[in-house]
């Protein structure tokens, strides 16, 4: 057994068993691919996947099983790799955090500028991607922090932490009738057109049971990923804004008048995550501590470190 052959396993149910681009994807040829399966097949005694002539459809009951240790022990190489990195190269290295429009826009400037202060020759990419994008990232390894609202703590693999909490607001232009309401309600909200996000993105579920709880049919005529777009089309007339409050400036967005909402809608909380069991270097620490200071590198370490009856 090799780690070539390892990778081959966990590529092939990445790629829903279709080994053209499993090949692609570990640049190397079908065949090759096939033949490494064969291979570890036959060392372990079992199949490993279902066959219907030559494709695959799936996984055996054994290859259920490897595939979960496949996971950890392509894990641990990566983490070993890390580990040496942390005692050679402190200051060094690269940091991944994937997020959301919204935390990467709004809340996450002040965090970066201080993190790349603090360690210039660290090199951090910032990626982008909608919650469940964040989950895979961090299942696969492929990001060291993820941040977002939604999705996050779902995932028994990811363990979590409170960044920040939020409730909506309203945003609307300047003159808008709903600036003359004592306190704004549901039902007024309801008469209006609405724009707000995208289902699954930065608290709309909240929004939806609150209309839904109040037995209302809001009309939301946009939907958008981001509040910059949510912004641009209140800012047209086409409809009233229902935003994360962190995304108005009243320096920047002078047209634009924010109505606090936090009476109507659950409070929402964003969340940072790391997978289980994922080495972490030095400045990885720093940077979550940069952004919620109780969450120090010891707190932290001891919640991301794996359970020991999960196998690890």
């Known amino acids: 057994m090799n780690f070539q052959q390892l990778r081959i396993v966990r590529e092939t149910v990445r790629q829903n068993y279709n080994l053209t681009e499993v090949a692609n994807a570990l640049f190397t040829s079908q065949p090759g691919v096939s033949k490494h399966i ?3 097949e036959d060392e372990l005694g079992v199949e490993l996947f279902i066959r219907r002539g030559k494709r695959l459809l ?5 290859g259920k099983e490897l595939v979960v240790i496949v996971e950890r022990m392509l894990l641990d190489a990566r983490n070993i790799k890390k580990l040496a990195d942390q005692f050679t ?6 940091l991944t955090v994937v997020t959301t429009h919204t935390q990467a826009r709004y809340a996450l400037p002040k965090i970066v500028t201080g993190f790349k202060q603090e360690y210039p020759k ?10 469940q994008e964040i989950v895979q990232q961090l299942l696969s390894g492929d990001a060291d922090i993820g941040i977002a609202t939604e ?7 990811l363990v979590t932490f409170p960044y920040y909490d939020w409730h909506h607001a309203v945003l609307v232009p300047v003159g808008h009738p709903l600036l003359d309401e004592p306190e704004l309600t549901l039902a007024a909200l309801a008469e209006h057109p609405l724009i707000t996000y ?9 929004i939806d049971k609150a209309f839904a709880e109040a037995n209302l049919s809001p009309d939301i005529v946009i939907s958008a990923l981001d509040a910059d777009v949510i912004k641009a089309y209140v800012e047209l007339g086409l409809g009233v804004g229902i935003i994360a409050p962190g995304a108005f ?12 909402a936090s009476h109507l809608f659950a409070r929402n909380t964003t969340l940072i995550a790391v997978r289980r069991g994922h080495y972490l270097r030095g400045y990885a620490f720093r940077f979550i501590e940069l952004c919620a200071p109780e969450l120090t590198e010891p707190n932290v370490r001891a919640a991301v470190a794996p359970h020991r009856e999960n196998g690890f």
């Open 38 to 40: 064969k291979d570890l």
């Open 89 to 94: 190269q402190r200051d060094q290295g690269q």
């Open 58 to 62: 799936g996984l055996t009951e054994p």
């Open 249 to 260: 400036n009243p320096a920047k967005d002078t047209d634009l008048r924010l109505i606090d």
């Open 198 to 206: 995208h289902s699954g993105f930065t608290g709309r579920s909240k």
């Open 122 to 131: 660290v090199h951090l990419a910032l990626h982008q991607g909608s919650p």
């Open 151 to 157: 999705s996050l703590d779902a995932e028994p693999e």
